[in-house]
T-cell receptor
Framework: RKEVEQDPGPFNVPEGATVAFNCTYS??????FFWYRQDCRKEPKLLMS???SGNEDGRFTAQLNRASQYISLLIRDSKLSDSATYLC??????????FGAGTTVTVRA | ETGVTQTPRHLVMGMTNKKSLKCEQH?????MYWYKQSAKKPLELMFV???????ENNSVPSRFSPECPNSSHLFLHLHTLQPEDSALYLC?????????????FGDGTRLSIL
């Protein structure tokens, strides 16, 4: 079983729509969780950390469900600039990050 | 963003060549990383350095040789690579190796092996 699994998508949504997707992780001892964003042929950039109680950053909402071992990302009022691949990242110990293969989101006008 | 700079951006080399990838971070971080990203696959951690000491070698073949002369610079020396080594090589840095430390990535070097 992969350490981090994501639906590759693509999720094709119109501008203004809400899109949400999950990521599952295999190690119940995982400590920290992140969403990174990677644009085509660019480097990954930290989008947001995911906290146990869930957290929002503008139009982005992240949730953590430890019992079912998944995290989610919800994007409200999608913009064209939200088109990217979203990487689920899980911290297994002090510094080793495990990356998912990414979920591709395409927002169309 | 110029926090982590990688050169070259693109590299094409033959299997018998020797080349080096360079990474420099201007963030005052203490930890640096090399990752490999192949098409449609997750990032794979290759090496980790903390205060210029190697703390992780993730079973990387010896044809990849890292060097960290100081906390701001990281090199990846390449020798007799294979076609399957073609990938995007990403350098990253973090403040330290503590938990929940976000990593900041460079633009990457896109490597093609002929």
């Amino acid at each position: 079983r992969k350490e981090v699994e994501q639906d590759p998508g693509p999720f094709n949504v119109p501008e203004g729509a809400t899109v949400a997707f999950n990521c599952t992780y295999s190690n119940s001892a995982s400590q920290s969780f992140f969403w990174y964003r990677q644009d085509c042929r660019k480097e990954p950039k930290l989008l947001m950390s995911v906290y146990s109680s869930g957290n929002e950053d503008g139009r982005f909402t992240a949730q953590l469900n430890r019992a079912s071992q998944y995290i989610s990302l919800l994007i409200r009022d999608s913009k064209l600039s939200d088109s990217a691949t979203y990487l689920c990242v899980v911290n297994l110990n002090d510094y080793k990050l495990s990356f998912g293969a990414g979920t591709t989101v395409t927002v169309r006008a | 963003e110029t926090g982590v700079t990688q050169t070259p951006r693109h590299l094409v080399m033959g299997m018998t060549n020797k080349k080096s990838l360079k990474c420099e971070q201007h963030l005052g971080h203490n930890a640096m990383y090399w990752y490999k990203q192949s098409a449609k696959k997750p990032l794979e951690l290759m090496f980790v350095y903390n205060f210029k000491e190697q703390t992780e070698n993730n079973s990387v073949p010896s044809r990849f040789s890292p060097e960290c002369p100081n906390s701001s610079h990281l090199f990846l020396h390449l020798h007799t690579l294979q076609p399957e080594d073609s990938a995007l090589y990403l350098c990253a840095s973090s403040q330290d190796l503590g938990p929940a430390q976000p990593q900041h990535f460079g633009d990457g070097t896109r490597l093609s092996i002929l």
